[in-house]
């Protein structure tokens, strides 16, 4: 998560995310935590804030290479997009993110690339079958990620990018 490149009062922050699925339909979440605090922690797909002039897509596959050093990847449709606040790392974060599907074979991951920031607060990755996802009892973003994801995979992806509600946390 670097620096918002957007100064306070200029909108918020726009993210790329990458809700990546392996050949098994497996997505894979990266572990994150307040850096000063790793009990509190949540689950969270791959991406951040553009950088420059670049694309969403350009971003969302610079993140994912960043983050997980996976750069074999289909980038496919926009599924969702949604606003969102949070608190972390003593601030707080204004975020319209828009999330595309990709698929990749490459299952190995390995951080390439983290901020400082990524360095102190995120935990690792892990592949989660869509059954372990709804039956976790982690905290993962977006919310209701379990049940989104079973809709894309029973249906295919939304003709269009579905609209999420608005998370304040």
């Known amino acids: 998560m670097p620096?918002?490149?957007e100064g306070p009062g200029d909108g918020p922050r726009r993210v790329a995310r990458v809700?990546?699925?392996d050949p098994a339909d497996r997505i894979l979440l990266l572990h994150g935590h307040e850096p000063d605090d790793p009990a509190d922690d949540w689950w969270f797909t791959?991406?951040?804030g553009l950088e420059g002039d670049e694309t969403r897509e350009q971003a969302a596959l610079?993140?994912?290479a960043e983050e997980t050093g996976i750069t074999e990847v289909e980038l496919g449709p926009v599924l969702w997009r949604r606003r969102c606040?949070?608190?972390?790392?003593g601030r707080r974060w204004d975020q319209d993110e828009?999330?595309?599907l990709a698929r990749t074979a490459q299952t190995?991951?390995?951080a390439l690339a983290l901020t400082e920031l990524e360095r102190r607060s995120v935990a690792g990755a892990r592949w989660w079958t869509c059954e372990e996802l709804s039956q976790a009892h982690e905290t993962v973003y977006p919310t209701r990620l379990a049940e989104l994801l079973r809709r894309v995979l029973d249906e295919g992806p939304p003709a269009g990018p579905e609209i999420l509600d608005?998370?304040?946390v």
């Open 19 to 21: 809700v990546l699925l």
């Open 85 to 89: 606040s949070f608190p972390f790392a």
């Open 46 to 48: 791959p991406g951040g």
């Open 98 to 100: 828009w999330y595309y």
């Open 166 to 168: 608005t998370e304040i």
């Open 108 to 110: 190995a991951t390995r």
């Open 3 to 5: 620096a918002d490149p």
């Open 62 to 64: 610079r993140e994912l």
